[in-house]
């Protein structure tokens, strides 16, 4: 079975640029997470989603952050404009809401803003 | 939304148990207990899950006493592949909860 698909797996730009990283969840999960990773603050929530509608954003650091989810297929999440302290590694999950499924991640993609 | 605490490191070798123990003291009448399991360059996978009294699978044991406020993960003959960082996560998944990772229990198993 397909896991978690994330695109792509490495990005390296220049801060000011525009960053968008893409999400494929499992099919048949209607819930659907954006982490982000790094040494100092370690794994962090940013949004999620449940049937494609945002629930909570309160973990977005910013304005500069993005995140949509068109249909239950695919989900996007933007930088725009990027900085250095963006760099990290963001993580995608997805789930089945429907009592306590456990999430399933994609491989993350390695974000670096010169 | 209740908090987790987790070592931060331990160490092993070969062929022991591991046990790690998170404490999750007002965790809410209605809330599962999960652990991850993460290597290096890969995202978080599941391990185990449970709510009350022991659960074991192919991969590990949850042992979760009567009062539910800590939870042990228990791996048995830790192999080098074992080394990872281990998170517990505690409350429902879906609707309004808020997975909350922490910074997780870093283990390196030593030949």
């Known amino acids: 079975d397909a896991g978690v698909i994330q695109s792509p797996r490495h990005e390296v730009t220049e801060m000011g640029q525009e960053v968008t990283l893409r999400c494929k969840p499992i099919?048949?999960?209607?819930?659907l997470f954006w982490y982000r990773q790094t040494m100092m603050r370690g794994l962090e929530l940013l949004i999620y989603?449940?049937?494609?509608?945002?629930?909570?954003d309160s973990g977005m650091p910013e304005d500069r952050f993005s995140a949509k989810m068109p249909n239950a297929s695919f989900s996007t999440l933007k930088i725009q404009p990027s900085e250095p302290r963006d760099s990290a590694v963001y993580f995608c999950?997805?789930?089945?809401?429907?009592?306590?499924?456990?999430?399933?991640f994609g491989d993350g993609t390695r974000l670096s803003i010169l | 939304l209740a908090k987790t605490t987790q070592p931060i490191s331990m160490d092993s070798y070969e062929g022991q148990e591991v046990n790690i123990t998170c404490s999750h003291n007002?965790?809410?009448?209605?809330?599962?207990i999960t652990w991850y399991q993460q290597f290096p360059s890969q995202g978080p996978r599941f391990i185990i899950q449970g709510y009350k009294t022991k659960v074991t699978n192919e991969v590990a044991s949850l042992f979760i006493p009567a009062d539910r406020k800590s939870s042990t993960l228990s791996l048995p003959r830790v192999s080098l592949s074992d080394t990872a960082v281990y998170y517990c996560l505690v409350g429902l998944s879906g609707g309004s909860y808020i997975p909350t990772f922490g910074r997780g229990t870093s283990l390196i198993v030593h030949p």
């Open positions: 099919s048949g999960h209607n819930s």
């Open positions: 999950a997805s789930s089945w809401s429907g009592g306590n499924q456990p999430q399933h």
């Open positions: 007002n965790i809410a009448t209605n809330d599962y």
């Open positions: 989603f449940n049937n494609n509608v945002p629930i909570d």
